[in-house]
Every structure is written in C-alpha cells, then in structure tokens.
C-alpha cells in the first residue's frame, strides 16, 4: 500500500536535510515557503516520514491551510488541533484549520501547545503557511508559527519564486526572530537533462534527421538518467 505522506521523488533531498537536523539536535521544523503552491507541505510530509524510518517518533502538523488536505490523504477523521496516533509505527498527525476559534489564534497558546507536542514525540514536523501571506484575522500565520521552531526550512520553487521575494521571507522570519536552517530548492518545473537533449535532437531532426538519429542511438545504451 502506498503511503501517502511518502513523496519518493524528495529522497535524496529529505536525507540530507535529515542528517543536518540529527547533527544539529533540532527536534521542531517548520517548513514554509514565500508563496503559496512551492512544495513545502510535500518536503513536510517527507521528513515526518524520515523521522520515522529513523527510529523517531514524529507529528506531521498541518498548520492553518488554506486548503487542508492532511485528514483526506490520511482517511481518518481529525478533530481540529488534536493530534491524532497514526498506526503503530509512530506517526501522529495534527490539522489546526485556518480560523481554528478558542485560543488557538493567540500564538502564545500555540507555542504552549508546541511545547506538549514536544514531549509527546521526539521530532515535530510543523507544515506552515507562506512567510509573504498576511496572517488571517482569527488564525496564525507562517511568522507567529514558524519563529516558534526550533528552525524553518524555506522552499522556494525554481523558475518561478523571485530572488527578492525569497529575501524578504528571510529578512521577516529573522525580524520574528525565527531561526533559517536553509533553503530548499524545488526543481519540479524545470526541465530534466533528459527532456532538453530531447527537444534539441527534435529540432535537429528537422533539419538532418540522419545526425539526429545517430546521437539518439549514441546516447540510449549510456543509460542516460535525467
């Protein structure tokens, strides 16, 4: 069965960044982004379930989403801010809706929160609402969540976020007095090695077909990955 908080293509990615917060001792990240749409949820899910594969116990925490998505993915049923065992392997999953009520929109009950959430697993892994974002009126947002981490991954999608809109991100976690552990760059819009050598061999093809078929035939048995 597929696991659904599993993305395989971050596997490499997710490691690394893995291996730095084992060295580091950091047991709360949040992953953000600048901008909606940039891949933070997916490297989100991908180290909760590295956590785990670890050894850890880890909380995959869906904080004020513009579109929640965590429960569906799951199948079960999540009462808002309440985390939830998921199997027997130590995963536990937790959504805090966009405008959760109660005190949930005052960011020093979250961080309270936050705190109980720590000593119940040993990595929290905070999925959090983009930097550049105002907070909406009764919820939290990305700053209030993210400088209450231990550090904040930015994911920044290539090709699209712009180089100032990822400083200003930065510059506004560090004002919040939040903490970067880096920059995680999303490629998923560019094209691969393998897609560029194509559509140059089939421009090529137009005009000497034969040359276009050679270096096709060339690069096949090189097993050429993208």
């Not at 933070?40 to 590295?50: D, H, K, M, P, Y």
């Not at 990595?123 to 400088?147: K, Q, R, Y």
Request: aromatic letters at 4%.
């Amino acid at each position: 069965m597929r696991d659904p908080l599993l993305p395989e293509a971050m596997a490499e990615e997710v490691e690394v960044i893995w291996r730095r917060l084992q060295q580091d001792g950091l047991r709360c990240v949040a992953v953000t982004s600048a901008l909606r749409g940039e891949g933070a949820s997916t490297v989100a899910a991908a180290l909760a379930r590295r956590a785990i594969q670890g050894g850890e116990t880890a909380l995959f925490a869906e904080i004020c989403p513009a579109r929640p998505t965590l429960a569906a993915r799951l199948g079960l049923a999540l009462e808002p801010g309440a985390p939830l065992r998921v199997g027997a392997d130590g995963l536990g999953a937790v959504s805090l809706p966009a405008a959760p009520g109660g005190n949930w929109s005052d960011p020093a009950y979250f961080g309270w929160q936050l705190a109980a959430w720590q000593r119940d697993w040993s990595m929290v892994v905070l999925d959090t609402p983009p930097l550049l974002l105002p907070a909406p009126p009764e919820g939290l947002g990305g700053l209030a969540v993210a400088s209450r981490a231990a550090t904040t991954l930015l994911v920044v999608l290539a090709g699209r976020t712009k180089a100032d809109q990822v400083r200003q991100a930065q510059e506004k976690l560090e004002r919040a007095g939040g903490q970067l552990a880096g920059v995680v760059l999303n490629d998923r819009e560019n094209p691969s090695l393998r897609e560029e050598i194509s559509r140059e061999l089939n421009r090529l093809a137009r005009i000497a077909p034969g040359l276009a078929e050679r270096l096709r035939a060339k690069l096949r048995p090189q097993g050429l990955k993208a």
